[in-house]
């Protein structure tokens, strides 16, 4: 799904499109979320660092990607 058809999704009045574009964008930001964090690490930052950009603790975002 393209930008275009997401937010022809998210104006409809039909809710089932509406709700299918909110997965997508769900699944959108978790992929540039794990690629932002890999990249993050890769270059030195700190899980609080990352954890600090992302408005979130350092333990959850370690617990999360941490592998």
Do not use: F
Not at 45 to 59: F, K
């Amino acid at each position: 799904m393209d930008m275009g058809e997401l937010s022809e999704r998210i104006k409809s009045n039909d809710p089932a499109l509406g709700l299918r574009a909110v997965g997508a964008l769900h699944r959108l930001a978790e992929q540039v979320e794990a690629a932002s964090v890999a990249l993050a690490r890769e270059q030195g930052w700190t899980w609080e660092q990352i954890g600090d950009a992302l408005g979130m603790s350092r333990q959850s975002v370690h617990a999360k990607y941490g592998k």
